[in-house]
């Protein structure tokens, strides 16, 4: 079985660029998170989809957002970046009666 | 609001036991987690424990539970080298098909030779 595949793997932007980050869950897997893990910081919550829409959102700013397909696959939008969004950004999938996450290796996105 | 607290850092020797320890403060946790990130890699699930549990144990993993103090631990029996990396404890009001989990910042934990 595939896991949680996330593309791309690392990407570089500049300040005030846009960027789409992509996750595409485990197959049968109807929730897909996003988390950022910024060095010092822990995993923070960014967003939560479920069946197209959108469950929860964590406490960042409107300029993160993101959308879910109906094939489950997600993406992840940053407008207007800024140095402090350097992270790495994880995905995760979860079937709606299953325990736990299952986590994807992450974008690592640096902005300079 | 919610908070997992982890302490940043534990050396043991290859062999020893490790223990890993994490405090929460939200009262509602209904479902614990241990998750293991290796360098480079996204988080895999370790192991889980239900609120109305005080112990659960799965091969060299023991979770132990304290709910009156919030205190959860994480015991490694026997660690190797490959079981070097951070650890995440995670906590979930419910079954986290339905809820997001906050994680603490994690503990770093370098097995030596």
């Known amino acids: 079985e595939a896991g949680v595949t996330q593309s791309p793997t690392h990407l570089i932007k500049t300040r005030g660029q846009q960027v ?18 910024a060095l010092g910081l822990g995993l923070q919550f960014l967003l ?25 696959s997600s993406e992840l939008n940053v407008n207007a970046l800024e140095l402090e969004d350097s992270a790495l950004y994880l995905c995760a999938s979860i079937y709606r ?6 986590f994807g290796s992450g974008t690592r996105l640096t902005v300079v | 609001g919610e908070d997992v607290e982890q302490s940043l850092f534990l050396s043991v020797r290859e062999g020893d036991s490790s223990v890993i320890n994490c405090t929460y403060t939200d009262s509602s946790s209904t479902y614990l987690y241990w998750y293991k990130q290796e360098p480079g ?9 239900f609120s109305n549990m005080d ?11 304290n709910k009156k103090d919030k205190h959860l631990s994480l015991r490694i029996a026997d660690t190797q080298t490959g079981d070097s990396a951070i650890y995440f404890c995670a906590e979930s009001p419910t079954y986290s098909g ?16």
């Open chain 2, 98 to 113: 339905y809820s997001t989990l906050t994680f603490g910042k994690g503990t770093m934990l370098l097995v030596s030779p």
């Open chain 1, 20 to 37: 789409t980050l992509r996750c595409s869950p485990i197959s049968g897997h109807t929730s897909v998170y996003w988390y950022q893990q």
């Open chain 1, 97 to 102: 009666d299953s325990y736990g996450y299952t």
């Open chain 2, 55 to 65: 112990m659960k144990q799965d091969q060299r993993l023991t979770v132990l539970l």
């Open chain 1, 48 to 72: 939560w989809y479920d069946e197209g829409e959108e469950r929860n959102r964590g406490n960042f700013p409107p300029r993160f957002s993101g959308r879910q397909f109906p094939n489950y």
């Open chain 2, 41 to 49: 890699a996204g988080l895999q699930l370790l192991t889980y424990i």
